[in-house]
């Protein structure tokens, strides 16, 4: 309306179009139809320059969107055929399945002549089937030529319509009319002969072949492609309008009579200018005869909803339209859209499925989506889930870890909860690994009973008897002490565990240490004026032990003070467990007790190594090389290998490496002794060992 004075006393009885286009983009995402494509008229280009682009922003996309053919009173068939050829073919071979038509009250005869132009084009059937969403401002119209063509592409369909209710004695009223019944109406007359393909006498028509209009022909028998005996919305709309200018009149006559303005009420009524009567129209409010309230918002709009019409056909050529959802702009916000989907009837191809408008397939749990480039953005890949992430949704856009204590499946779709591990007696592993530390430590008690028992004699003597006894018990403890890495992790055991094992392969490495020097003091010592003579005996053992040992018990009280050793869970080592472990506080304290027991111990075998050669009545030190050398191997090994595990396996090497170099030091070191006190005690005197000094003990 160009003129600014009169749009003011316009009302609109056709509900917010904001309302309808918020229902279509609600509908269109609730079954997540998100690759859809556009028919629309001419003049829809408000439609296509401002609402779609807000469909855009919630997430759909287009895969096409173009405009019907124009069609005037004089286009012939041909002309619409040829016409709608190029755009059938754009609209049946996309891949979107929902096909949303924007258009007037008549745009059901250019879809029909679309879909019939279509069908004398080669199309893949899988494209073929379509939802058409069908905006309120449409209804079904045909022309003649179409009246015997199939209606089966309306199936499934969806539109929305102006909200009505059934109006009572509707029914009938139509039923009372005829063109005998209305003889001064021509527009009846008109439609009698075009509904029912006949003629009335003393007309021109009527001198052909075509039959004769009776008058008496029933509506009813109409079927519903050519005449519907239902109110449809725009009937209804219609039907609402005539009321609500009754009851404006009706207020308006009453005000009237309110101030006594009786005499000639109805002259002065209709002398009323039209801004009197508009104080009256903007206050209508009432319940019209089906019930429904009808009332005007600020912006002069009928505050009705849409219904969700769901069209279903029937071979004899009649359709149902079914509600199946509302929009209510009058509800409260999570009940505006309401659908049900269990009630809808889908179009024949899709097998009473509901179809999928996607640019590509969806992307299953355990996959987010990539863009694809040069395609619109709800088109994408599906690549995996990186490792260590799951989604378990379709279609996500990015994957999220598991909770800590929850690790991925392997379709990396759900999380499972984590088992505790740790280094059992009960497993093979750690029986295996207690059964060889008891084993061990019953050994070294072995031996150091037969040091007690030959205590006095020569083989035993040399070289410090009290360090033997001392080394060999340090040696036993070691064994045991691996039996405290074994086990669930507690808080004492984690106290204990790393500076117990500090501390007696500080003594055990210390007596080494002491039994190496020694024998080099104590060939020095042979020598004529030596003054090694003086460091010969208990007292320098002794200090040796002592002092190593206490730099070493140092260390750990140090660490124990600051950082130390406690319980702990290592979530991210291996990912299907919880590892319980001793999380050791300080790895800086960890690495110098390991430092200064590889420092004795390198030490030792630098000594022990310089000495191998000395006479064969002091070749002790050729045993002690050979130890110390297996244990700096060990140990040497043990660094990388403790890196490069995970999890339980970690304490285990370390306790196969506490095992493995003390049974090393047990081994070299009293081996050779063993054999001569048990299976050779003829060697076993001072005469055998004087007399034979090239002899290797």
Not at 109 to 137: G, S
Not at 380 to 407: E, V
Not at 545 to 564: D, E, G
Request: aromatic share 12%; charged share 20%.
């Amino acid at each position: 309306m160009n003129n600014k004075n009169e749009a003011i006393y316009l009302y609109k009885m056709f509900p917010s179009w904001a309302n309808q286009y918020m229902g279509i983009m609600r509908l269109l995402l609730y079954f997540r139809w998100i690759w859809i494509g556009v028919i629309y008229v001419d003049h829809g280009q408000q439609f296509v320059h401002e609402v779609l682009p807000i469909f855009s922003k919630h997430g759909i996309c287009f895969d096409f969107i173009t405009t019907f053919q124009a069609m005037t009173f004089f286009s012939s068939l041909a002309q619409m055929m040829d016409g709608n050829e190029d755009t059938a073919k754009l609209v049946m071979e996309s891949t979107a399945k929902a096909v949303v038509v924007h258009g007037e009250i008549q745009t059901v005869i250019n879809l029909r002549f679309l879909l019939r132009a279509a069908d004398f084009i080669e199309i893949p059937m899988r494209t073929k089937a379509k939802v058409w969403i069908l905006t309120a401002q449409m209804d079904f119209t045909s022309i003649d030529i179409q009246r015997d063509w199939d209606l089966d592409f309306m199936h499934g369909a969806l539109s929305f319509a102006i909200h009505s209710r059934e109006v009572l004695g509707f029914g009938q009223f139509l039923q009372a009319r005829n063109p005998a019944s209305e003889k001064e109406d021509d527009f009846i007359g008109d439609f009698w002969k075009q509904a029912f393909g006949c003629s009335f006498p003393g007309t021109t028509e009527a001198m052909t072949d075509e039959k004769i209009c009776t008058g008496e022909e029933k509506l009813e028998s109409l079927p519903g492609s050519v005449f519907e005996m239902s109110m449809t919305g725009h009937s209804y709309s219609i039907y609402t309008t005539v009321y609500v200018v009754a009851h404006a009149l009706h207020a308006m006559y009453s005000s009237m009579i309110k101030h006594r303005v009786v005499a000639d009420v109805r002259n002065k009524l209709l002398r009323q200018q039209p801004w009197q009567f508009h104080e009256f129209l903007k206050r209508v409010s009432f319940n019209n005869s089906a019930g429904d309230l009808v009332s005007f918002d600020e912006n002069v709009e009928i505050t009705a909803g849409f219904d969700i019409i769901n069209w279903v056909t029937f071979p004899n050529e009649s359709f149902l339209r079914a509600r199946v959802g509302r929009i209510d702009p009058k509800a409260p916000e999570d009940k505006v859209f309401t659908i049900h989907e269990d009630k809808i009837i889908w179009p024949h191809m899709f097998n009473q499925v509901q179809p999928l408008s996607l640019c590509n397939d969806r992307c299953h749990s355990g996959y987010n989506k990539k863009k694809k480039e040069g395609k619109p953005f709800c088109c994408y890949d599906c690549r995996p889930c990186p490792d260590g992430k799951i989604s378990n949704l379709k279609d996500t856009s990015d994957c999220f870890q598991c909770p800590r204590d929850q690790y991925p499946n392997p379709n990396q779709d759900s999380c499972h909860q984590k088992r505790i591990s740790f280094l059992s007696f009960e497993e093979p592993l750690g029986i295996s690994l207690a059964s060889s530390a008891l084993f061990f430590s019953l050994m070294a008690a072995f031996v150091l009973g037969i040091f007690i028992k030959n205590q006095d004699t020569p083989i035993v003597k040399a070289n410090n008897r009290n360090l033997s006894c001392i080394l060999l018990v340090s040696l036993l403890l070691s064994f045991l002490c691996a039996l405290l890495f074994i086990g669930q992790p507690e808080k004492l055991s984690c106290l204990l565990r790393q500076t117990t094992f500090g501390i007696i392969f500080s003594v055990a490495v210390s007596c080494v240490l002491a039994k190496t020097i020694i024998v080099v003091v104590a060939f020095l010592a042979t020598k004529p004026g030596s003054r090694m003579r003086n460091w010969v005996g208990k007292g320098l053992a002794n200090s040796i032990v002592l002092c190593c040992s206490f730099i070493q018990t140092t260390i750990c009280t140090v660490w124990l003070v600051t950082s130390p050793p406690f319980p702990d869970y290592d979530m991210y080592s291996v990912p299907e467990e919880m590892v319980l472990q001793c999380n050791e506080g300080s790895v800086t304290m960890f690495y110098c007790v390991l430092g200064y027991l590889g420092f004795l111990a390198a030490v030792s075998f630098t000594v022990a190594f310089l000495g191998r050669k000395l006479p064969d009545s002091f070749n002790e030190a050729k045993f002690i090389t050979f130890s110390m050398l297996v244990f700096c191997s060990v140990w040497l090994t043990f660094v990388p290998t403790y890196l490069s595990t995970k999890g339980k396996y970690m304490v285990a090497v370390e306790v196969f490496s506490i095992l493995a170099s003390s049974a090393g030091v047990l081994g070299c070191i009293f081996g050779p002794k063993c054999y001569i006190v048990v299976l050779r005690p003829e060697l076993n005197n001072k005469v055998q060992i004087i007399r034979r000094p090239n002899e290797r003990i």
